[in-house]
């Protein structure tokens, strides 16, 4: 397809039941290697993984989500990435949209592309709760207003970025959790990468992890200081 190496990092946790499914929906040929990256699961996601004959990094501990992605973009970096595609275990996200989401970058037309689940009402059509979906239209206006952008989602985790990105944005200083995503995000604006977003669908069902009511409210208090430190940052510099 391109000279360009792409991984392909999956991070996981009780993701036993969906994995397979996963791994076989990603297209043939799209990416030279396939991560795995499991944060101390309880089920057999590891046992599954290893059947699929993934390259499997195991979390000792439950270190939380940001901290799972840190650990898949470092090894995806050793092993000589050009792209990095991650991508959720559980299922929500479908593989088959990888090649569109790796192609701007290929096309040197964007530095990180993000699938979103607000274009073209694909997070209702998806099943997304009501109330998940009211938190992120306001809160993806609230923060375009802040930093004078225009995204339409900033909570999909189906996201791709160039090694460049990963380089350079300071990733390891990020939350190890939920709000690693935001912060992402908020940098590279900051930085004027150019970021271009791919309308896709998106699936809630049983087996599929969704952040719950509780850490939801602290996600978005996480994602309130983010918003208060630029202000605060910004104000300082004037």
Not at 31 to 54: E, F, I, M, P, Q
Not at 55 to 65: D, P, Q
Not at 119 to 138: D, Q, R
Not at 193 to 222: D, N
Request: aromatic share 10%; net charge positive; charged share 20%.
């Amino acid at each position: 397809m391109s000279n360009s190496k792409i991984i392909i990092v999956i991070v996981a946790y009780n993701a036993g039941k969906t994995l397979e499914r996963i791994v076989r929906d990603i297209p043939k040929g799209i990416a030279d290697d396939v991560l795995l990256v499991d944060d101390a699961s309880c089920d057999d996601t590891v046992k599954v993984a290893r059947r699929l004959n993934l390259k499997i990094f195991s979390h000792g501990k439950n270190v939380g989500y940001g901290a799972t992605q840190k650990t898949g973009y470092r090894e995806a970096l050793k092993q000589g990435a050009d792209i990095v595609v991650l991508l959720h275990a559980d299922y929500q996200y479908d593989p088959a949209k990888i090649p569109e989401l790796v192609g701007p970058i290929l096309e040197k037309r964007a530095d990180a592309v993000f699938g979103s689940r607000m274009m073209n009402g694909g997070a209702l059509k998806g099943g997304m709760p009501l109330w998940k979906y009211l938190i992120n239209k306001s809160s993806t206006v609230l923060i375009n207003l802040v930093f004078g952008a225009h995204l339409t989602e900033y909570h999909s985790g189906f996201r791709v970025y160039s090694s460049n990105i990963l380089r350079n944005i300071g990733f390891e200083t990020n939350s190890d959790n939920y709000v690693f995503d935001a912060e992402m995000i908020t940098r590279m604006i900051a930085r004027n990468y150019r970021i271009i977003e791919i309308p896709i669908p998106t699936r809630y069902f049983k087996e599929a992890s969704s952040i719950t009511l509780g850490p939801c409210i602290l996600y978005g208090l996480g994602f309130l200081g983010i918003l208060l430190r630029h202000l605060f940052i910004k104000d300082k510099s004037n």
